[in-house]
């Protein structure tokens, strides 16, 4: 399930990933909000929490995210932050070896640490 994170600041957007995630969840939670970051104008600070409970992405999932990074209109100067909240080993492994792939400053906090990935977004 992919459902948004309510009550950021207003510079900040966010997602919470927990279970599995299908393409059709990724294309009717996630490509929506990224449009509407491009829309609005500004950076694209976005925090994105992978509970305890998730379980995996689709293969198609991560295809949508793929044509995304690679379609039309993508200002990549326009990602100015994304922080990974997740106590998940793999989630900091992932960003040690790929995060030079991600647009714009990425850092990774423990579940613990959401408040301060938070006010590291909005700053």
Same mark, same amino acid.
């Given at each position: 399930?992919?459902?948004?994170?309510?009550?950021? &600041?207003?510079?900040?957007?966010?997602?919470?990933?927990?279970? !599995?995630?299908?393409?059709?969840?990724? /294309?009717?939670?996630?490509?929506?909000?990224? !449009?509407?970051?491009?829309?609005?104008?500004?950076?694209?600070?976005?925090?994105? #929490?992978?509970?305890?409970?998730?379980?995996?992405?689709?293969?198609? $999932?991560?295809?949508?995210?793929? /044509?995304?990074?690679?379609? &039309?209109?993508?200002?990549?100067?326009?990602?100015?932050?994304? $922080?990974?909240?997740?106590?998940?080993?793999?989630? !900091? !492994?992932?960003?040690?070896?790929?995060?030079?792939?991600? &647009?714009?400053? #990425? /850092?990774?906090?423990?579940?613990?640490?959401?408040?301060?990935?938070?006010?590291?977004? $909005?700053?």
């Amino acid at each position: 399930m992919i459902e948004r994170v309510r009550d950021l &600041p207003d510079n900040v957007d966010g997602l919470r990933f927990s279970g !599995h995630i299908s393409r059709e969840e990724y /294309k009717e939670v996630v490509l929506p909000l990224l !449009h509407e970051c491009l829309a609005r104008g500004g950076g694209i600070r976005l925090l994105i #929490v992978i509970d305890g409970e998730f379980d995996r992405f689709e293969a198609g $999932a991560l295809w949508e995210d793929l /044509k995304f990074g690679l379609g &039309p209109g993508l200002e990549l100067s326009r990602w100015e932050r994304m $922080a990974l909240v997740s106590d998940a080993g793999w989630v !900091h !492994h992932a960003i040690s070896i790929f995060g030079w792939l991600v &647009p714009g400053d #990425v /850092k990774v906090y423990p579940l613990a640490e959401q408040d301060d990935a938070v006010t590291w977004l $909005a700053a």
